[in-house]
């Protein structure tokens, strides 16, 4: 059957400091890739997504990049973090085949809090 | 683009009794998949039911079942014998059959829904 793993579940940075968040499927073969942010007792914003290895959508101007090195391995990353990147952010993958009608499995979150 | 609209930020139920949590979207398309997740207090986020456009029979998993009316463009999702575990914020989704679907879903900004025993 097919997991995803995200980590780390929380992370507390300093403002200014770097940032890595790491998602990896298992039990599947190209997945779409996803990448959200969930600010506090809000909806769920696409920051990215990625249909393929390299190829990379982003849904939102902001200081945070993506990159998906390997099929099943999806990274969220930033130089400098802002108090505004605070929030929850989730991973999902989609399956590729589907035809629109699969859903979007989501990994358990990372809380980020910025100080 | 596609927009979704959930009107009512938190909503609460009698344990045992039946919720409606509304959903619209706006789109050009005819064709197109609609969802509701559910995300409890742990911040998992769990698939509840999904719709197919194309399909005039609504959707039904066990108590929870949608009220599907196309050309209203209106998704509402109805909880039947509701249950404390069902308490959670519930997101409405849509996806484009655009790419032959390879689109991101497309998320309201939840309803949070209250069980009271």
């Known amino acids: 059957s097919q997991t995803i793993h995200q980590w780390p579940a929380t992370l507390v940075q300093p403002v200014g400091s770097p940032l890595s968040l790491e998602c990896t499927v298992e039990g599947t073969s190209n997945p779409n890739l996803y990448w959200y942010r969930q600010a506090a007792g809000r909806g769920l914003q696409l920051l990215f997504y990625s249909v393929g290895i390299g190829q990379i959508s982003s849904e939102v101007p902001q200081n945070l990049s993506a990159s998906r090195p390997q099929d099943r391995q999806f990274i969220l990353s930033s130089k400098k973090l802002l108090l505004s990147d605070s929030g929850f952010y989730l991973c999902?993958?989609?399956?590729?085949?589907?035809?629109?009608?699969?859903?979007?499995?989501f990994g358990d979150g990372t809380r980020l809090s910025i100080l | 683009a596609q927009t979704v609209t959930q009107s009512q930020p938190e909503m609460s139920v009698q344990e045992a009794e039946t919720v409606t949590l509304s959903c619209t979207y706006d789109t050009s398309e005819s064709d197109y998949y609609l969802f509701w997740y559910k995300q409890p207090p742990s911040r998992q986020m769990i698939l509840v039911i999904r719709q197919e456009a194309y399909k005039q029979q609504n959707a039904t998993e066990n108590r929870f079942s949608v009220n599907f009316q196309k050309a209203a463009k209106s998704f509402s999702l109805k909880i039947s014998d509701s249950q404390l575990g069902d308490a959670a914020m519930y997101f409405c989704a849509y996806r484009s059959l655009r790419n032959s679907g390879n689109t991101p879903l497309v998320f309201g900004k939840g309803t949070r829904l209250s069980v009271i025993a």
């Open positions: 999902a993958w989609s399956n590729i085949r589907g035809k629109g009608n699969q859903p979007q499995h």
